[in-house]
């Protein structure tokens, strides 16, 4: 399978404990994005690298988050102290650069975060 | 700031005919691209089909057609003899460099 993998696809933990995510783009892609879905929402951009920078981070993003891609292929997404208010579904996205706009992002089956 | 709308919480449509998924943009860049994106109740996002700002022709892709009025800022999804697997969400997304999504759309196909 070579499409975008997510590792925990469910994950559940209590208040103010910290997770981290993992994703897995596209071996030949070297922009990676991250957002994040609450329920009846669409997606929301948090977060994106070209290989191993990170290029732009949303406001959504607080302090609390943090993202890093150490090598340029996979990515990890912490949560530090969490929140009921951090439950949602992260997704995952990967794409190649290039110009123009069209630079299909493929996403990954997305991690689905529960805060007790 | 770029901003998608998609007016429709919900659509039902009857097995084998076409339906028509709404979706209005604003942005001041001249360069964009308008995507839709599927997403059954499994989570993953299904890419469908791209319209470039300055694509002189509407946009299709097999089943899928994208009705774009650039000047109403409109980009429509027209989903012709629909099947039973059509249900789904589907949200329209426009991009600069990162996707800027809307709120999505709840279709349902009726045998």
């Known amino acids: 399978d070579t499409g975008v993998s997510q590792d925990p696809r469910h994950k559940i933990t209590k208040r103010g404990q910290n997770v981290t995510f993992r994703c897995d783009p596209i071996?030949?892609?070297?922009?990676l994005y991250w957002y994040r879905q609450t329920l009846g929402q669409g997606p929301e951009f948090l977060t994106y690298?070209?290989?191993?920078?990170?290029?732009?981070k949303s406001r959504l993003l607080s302090d609390r988050f943090s993202a890093e891609r150490p090598k340029g292929s996979f990515s990890t997404l912490e949560i530090q102290r969490t929140e009921q208010g951090d439950s949602a579904m992260y997704l995952c996205?990967?794409?190649?650069?290039?110009?123009?706009?069209?630079?299909?992002?493929?996403f990954g089956p997305g991690t689905r975060l529960t805060v007790l | 700031a770029q901003k998608i709308t998609q007016t429709q919480p919900g659509m039902f449509v009857q097995e084998k005919e076409a339906v028509t998924l709404d979706c209005t943009y604003d942005?001041?860049?001249?360069?964009?691209?308008l995507f839709w994106y599927k997403q059954p109740s499994s989570g993953e996002m299904i890419f469908l089909i791209y319209?470039?700002?300055?694509?002189?022709q509407n946009a299709t892709e097999g089943r899928y057609s994208l009705n774009f009025q650039k000047a109403r800022k409109s980009a429509n999804l027209v989903i012709s003899a629909s099947q039973l697997g059509d249900s789904a969400m589907y949200f329209c997304?426009?991009?600069?460099?990162?996707?800027?999504f809307g709120k999505g759309t709840k279709l349902t196909v009726n045998p």
């Open positions: 996205a990967s794409s190649s650069s290039g110009t123009g706009y069209y630079n299909e992002q493929f």
């Open positions: 071996s030949e892609h070297n922009r």
């Open positions: 690298f070209q290989n191993e920078a990170q290029l732009e």
């Open positions: 942005t001041s860049d001249p360069s964009y691209g």
């Open positions: 319209q470039g700002s300055y694509d002189q």
């Open positions: 997304a426009m991009r600069s460099e990162k996707l800027v």
